[in-house]
């Protein structure tokens, strides 16, 4: 049998992926993201659900700035009727916009007297459309009766709307079922096509139409193409790590578009599972802390000993472990992973071509409420995860000359 004869595999012979092979992809990847300018990654404007209401508010609002009047409520009206009979169809102009909007308790829910926020509140005398904007097609706990009846208020027509990055039939429940889902590739696909079809406004709205591009490239399409000597590592990658069969497989598009979910849930399993190794480093260095290096520590010192060693940041500075002195004298830090990160980019005297698997310790800095001094130790995670023999002396060595620098 020829090559030409042979029959084309099938995209369901692959249904996993090697899970090296998100490891392997990072470098690539993140550097392709870090080389390409765009505003909403430079402020970090997207994280949080927040945010983009306001985007979508702005554009949904035909006072906005965008001066492209009712035309993106129209849009996003069509988009819902499509989910909705004929004879249900909402009016696709004359809507009011308002966000962060309460709503009614529910009479035959528990608790009644209670509320949710609504996101975004489009509102006409006879016609409301009520939106709970999130990453995925989830109610997140909020309760879609009551969205439902922030709408039908006064006896309106009411749709929920649940607008998200994407649609995962399998969290409606409790309601959100009955929601429509629209996500953001649908409605900023359609807002892109609409002003970039008017010249004239592009002509004399550049700004607006720069941000538009923006936010279109940074939801939807994503970051640009990789160069070429990252695309070859993409492409070893998937050699390496037996992934290399997909290139054969049809349709190209479907192929593509699985790929990306599978890569996306392995990197999604691949962060929580970190963040339970950071957590179990944490817990594993505090007890350290506690049981062995501040007796080390103190035994060392004339003054200032360590008093207490406790755990009680969070966000950016949570994978710390703090060691508390008496005698009013500078606290000292030992910190790792995603703070350490942090701290290297904000202590005055950088460490060249630091290691994040190794343990940090850092002094505060009393009259800034900072750090004045980072150093690396050579103590790995795997060796806290492992656990520290009582006689390691090294952690209460980098402590010590931390203290005394």
Not at 17 to 27: D, F, K, R, S, Y
Not at 294 to 300: D, F, P
Not at 383 to 388: F, K, N, Q, S, T
Request: hydrophobic share 40%; aromatic share 8%; glycine share 8%.
């Amino acid at each position: 049998m020829s090559p030409l004869d042979q029959p084309v595999p099938s995209i369901v012979e692959l249904p996993t992926i090697a899970p090296e092979l998100v490891t392997a992809l990072v470098p690539s990847l993140s550097r392709s993201l870090a080389e390409q300018f765009n505003v909403f990654r430079v402020m970090h404007h997207g994280t949080h659900e927040k945010q983009l209401s306001n985007v979508f508010a702005w554009l949904l609002d035909p006072e906005g700035t965008h001066e492209l009047g009712n035309a993106m409520q129209g849009l996003f009206l069509d988009l819902i009727n499509e989910h909705l009979p004929a004879e249900d169809h909402l009016p696709r102009f004359g809507y009011g916009v308002a966000q962060e909007v309460v709503t009614p308790g529910h009479e035959g829910l528990p608790n009644p007297e209670s509320a949710d926020i609504a996101d975004i509140l489009l509102s006409s005398p006879g016609a409301a459309v009520v939106v709970e904007n999130y990453g995925t097609s989830d109610g997140h706990g909020h309760s879609y009766h009551r969205y439902l009846a922030l709408g039908a208020t006064g006896g309106r027509d009411a749709v929920v709307v649940l607008l998200c990055q994407r649609h995962e039939p399998h969290l409606q429940g409790d309601g959100w079922e009955q929601a429509v889902v629209i996500t953001y590739t649908e409605l900023l696909t359609a807002v892109r096509a609409r002003v970039t079809a008017d010249r004239n406004w592009t002509r004399s709205h550049p700004d607006q139409y720069f941000f538009i591009r923006q936010l279109f490239e940074h939801f939807v399409e994503g970051p640009a193409s990789m160069n070429t000597e990252d695309t070859l590592a993409f492409l070893t990658a998937m050699c390496e790590t037996g992934e290399s069969a997909r290139y054969g497989h049809r349709p190209r598009d479907r192929v593509a578009e699985d790929f990306g979910d599978l890569i996306a849930a392995q990197a999604k399993r691949q962060l929580e599972e970190s963040r339970a190794l950071l957590a179990a480093v944490k817990r594993r260095l505090r007890e350290y802390g506690t049981a062995v290096l501040a007796e080390q520590v103190n035994k060392c010192l004339t003054s200032g000993p360590i008093e207490k060693v406790v755990t009680r940041f969070v966000g950016q500075w949570e994978w710390c472990v703090e060691l508390q002195r008496g005698d009013d004298a500078p606290t000292v830090f030992l910190e790792f992973g995603p703070t350490a990160v942090v701290e290297q980019e904000r202590v005055p005297r950088k460490i060249d071509n630091p290691d994040f698997s190794k343990v940090f310790v850092t002094l505060q800095d009393k009259s800034t409420g900072g750090i004045s001094l980072l150093t690396q130790t050579d103590v790995s995670l795997s060796d806290v995860l492992d656990g520290l023999p009582v006689d390691d002396v090294r952690l209460r060595n980098a402590v010590l000359a931390t203290m005394s620098a």
